[in-house]
């Protein structure tokens, strides 16, 4: 059976759960798919961390992977713009495919980076940057082709959500809601990106440039996050008979395409 190697740059709760959805789900990939996939190599900060995968599987030198002959697919779990948007970078140019769930990094200079998988004949996949669960990336590009599409409306970050749905059932601060989420693994650690509406604009970006066939830049972008509603703004909702929730919006006209993000 054919096999195919994978090289895993970042291998935190996402690349720690990709570790394990292959491992789990291996005899099924390999009936569907006619071959098996191969953890070869994960790039770390931290060697002496336990990690799901063995030690000889680890290493701190992105190069190893990058110039891994038996390593055809790269999976980029790092987040963040640097490294991350040079080592796709130097994949790309090595051969490689990639695969990526990096919103931001999509969203800033995801026109940057298809145009060289273009030039080097390789493939970049970046379903997971946006509700890969569903998923929504695919349906636009391909089912929705024959389709003009004018408007974009959602809820497309959990954490939010989350916290908001919390805040007006409960009546929670946004601090205790929070917490409460971080505790629960809905939230991470930092969650500026999510609070501060950052996290659900990249989305919309990506989304919006696909839906309208433009290139939506983040910079004209509004971004307004939930860091200023309180538990009274959810009562007077709720007396008003609606409810509040962090929405993406994005609108495609004849005066222009509109894309915000706000509660």
Same mark, same amino acid.
């Given at each position: 059976?054919?096999?195919?190697?994978?090289?895993?740059?970042?291998?935190?709760?996402?690349?720690?759960?990709?570790?394990?959805?292959?491992?789990?789900?291996?005899?099924?990939?390999?009936?569907?798919?006619? *071959?098996?996939?191969?953890?070869? %190599?994960?790039?770390? @900060?931290?060697?002496?961390?336990?990690?799901?995968?063995?030690?000889?599987?680890?290493?701190?030198?992105?190069? @190893?992977?990058?110039?891994?002959?038996?390593?055809?697919?790269?999976?980029?779990?790092?987040?963040?713009?640097?490294?991350?948007?040079?080592?796709?970078?130097?994949?790309?140019?090595?051969?490689?495919?990639?695969?990526?769930?990096?919103?931001?990094?999509?969203?800033?200079?995801?026109?940057?980076?298809?145009?060289?998988?273009?030039?080097?004949?390789?493939?970049?996949?970046?379903?997971?940057?946006?509700?890969?669960?569903?998923?929504?990336?695919? /349906?636009?590009? &391909?089912? %929705? /082709?024959?389709?003009?599409?004018?408007?974009?409306?959602?809820?497309?970050?959990? /954490?939010?959500?989350?916290? %908001?749905?919390?805040?007006?059932?409960?009546?929670?601060?946004?601090?205790?809601?929070?917490?409460?989420?971080? &505790?629960?693994?809905?939230?991470?650690?930092?969650?500026? +990106?999510?609070?501060?509406?950052?996290?659900?604009?990249?989305?919309?970006?990506?989304?919006?440039?696909?839906?309208?066939? +433009?290139?939506?830049?983040?910079? @004209?972008?509004?971004?307004?996050?939930?860091?200023?509603?309180?538990?009274?703004?959810?009562?007077?909702?709720?007396?008003?008979?609606?409810?509040?929730?962090? *929405?993406?919006?994005?609108?495609?006209?004849?005066?222009?395409?509109?894309?915000?993000?706000?509660?």
């Amino acid at each position: 059976m054919k096999q195919i190697g994978i090289g895993i740059l970042g291998l935190g709760t996402v690349g720690t759960g990709l570790c394990k959805l292959i491992a789990e789900n291996q005899e099924l990939i390999e009936k569907r798919l006619g *071959l098996s996939l191969d953890l070869k %190599l994960a790039l770390v @900060r931290d060697l002496k961390r336990k990690r799901i995968l063995p030690q000889g599987r680890l290493t701190t030198d992105p190069k @190893r992977i990058l110039q891994d002959p038996e390593i055809q697919i790269i999976v980029e779990v790092m987040g963040g713009m640097q490294p991350a948007k040079d080592l796709i970078i130097q994949a790309l140019k090595a051969g490689k495919t990639v695969v990526t769930a990096n919103k931001e990094l999509i969203a800033r200079s995801g026109h940057e980076l298809l145009t060289l998988a273009t030039e080097t004949g390789q493939d970049l996949y970046f379903e997971a940057s946006v509700a890969g669960g569903i998923p929504i990336i695919r /349906t636009l590009k &391909e089912s %929705l /082709t024959a389709n003009k599409i004018s408007g974009l409306y959602g809820i497309i970050n959990g /954490t939010t959500n989350y916290i %908001l749905s919390k805040m007006s059932q409960q009546g929670s601060t946004l601090e205790a809601a929070l917490a409460k989420a971080q &505790e629960q693994g809905y939230a991470e650690a930092d969650p500026a +990106s999510d609070i501060e509406g950052w996290d659900a604009a990249y989305k919309l970006a990506i989304l919006a440039s696909i839906a309208f066939g +433009s290139r939506v830049e983040m910079e @004209r972008v509004h971004v307004e996050g939930i860091g200023k509603i309180q538990p009274v703004d959810l009562k007077y909702c709720q007396d008003l008979g609606y409810t509040l929730k962090l *929405l993406a919006i994005g609108k495609n006209s004849p005066a222009g395409i509109e894309v915000r993000v706000h509660p």
